[in-house]
C-alpha cells in the first residue's frame, strides 16, 4: 500500500503544476475616508465607471507600468481582462471624448511615494512591498504556477 501511495505522489509532483500564492494589496493615502470598498468597486474606479469613492470624494487610480507582474495580476484579478483588452478599452473611451486610463508608475518606491503624498489617490501593489505610508484598503490573493 505504501509503494502505491509513494509512486501516486511522485507521478502527482512530477506531472502536476506548482503554484505559489501572493496577495496584492488595494492602497490609499493613510488618510483614506472614501469608505469601504470591494473588488467591483475598485474595478469601476479604475475602468473610470465610477470618478469617486462611496463617500462621494473624487478617486484618483494609479496603474503600474505595462509589463509589471502586479499589474498583470490585478487586470487578471480585479480588471478581469488582459493587457490587449485594456488598450481597446481605453481607445474606445477616449475615442469617443472620455479621459484616458489612469497614470502609471515603474517602481514600487514610486507607487508607495504618490500614493501616500496624493489624498485621492488608490493604487495596488504587492503586499509584500507595502509599508506604513499607505493604508491598506483589502488584500486578493493570487496564484501564480511556478
Known amino acids: 500500500m505504501f509503494k502505491i501511495l509513494r509512486t501516486f505522489l511522485t507521478l502527482l509532483i512530477m506531472t502536476g503544476s506548482a503554484t505559489a500564492a501572493a496577495d496584492l494589496a488595494i492602497i490609499a493615502h493613510p488618510g483614506y475616508q472614501g469608505g469601504e470598498l470591494d473588488e467591483k468597486m475598485v474595478r469601476e474606479l479604475f475602468l473610470r465607471e465610477n470618478l469617486t469613492f462611496p463617500s462621494g470624494h473624487k478617486a484618483v487610480p494609479l496603474n503600474h507600468a505595462k509589463g509589471s507582474p502586479d499589474r498583470k495580476y490585478f487586470f487578471e484579478y480585479i480588471l478581469k481582462m488582459?493587457?490587449?483588452?485594456?488598450?481597446?478599452?481605453?481607445?474606445?473611451?477616449?475615442?469617443?471624448?472620455?479621459?484616458?486610463s489612469p497614470k502609471e508608475l515603474n517602481s514600487h518606491k514610486d507607487v508607495l511615494s504618490w500614493v501616500s503624498s496624493t489624498p485621492s489617490g488608490?493604487?495596488?501593489?504587492?503586499?509584500?512591498?507595502?509599508?506604513?505610508?499607505v493604508r491598506v484598503l483589502f488584500t486578493v490573493t493570487v496564484f501564480e504556477d511556478i
Do not use: F, L, M, N
Open 82 to 100: 488582459e493587457e490587449k483588452r485594456h488598450r481597446r478599452y481605453w481607445s474606445r473611451k477616449t475615442a469617443i471624448g472620455k479621459k484616458g
Open 122 to 133: 488608490i493604487a495596488y501593489i504587492d503586499r509584500k512591498h507595502v509599508d506604513d505610508s
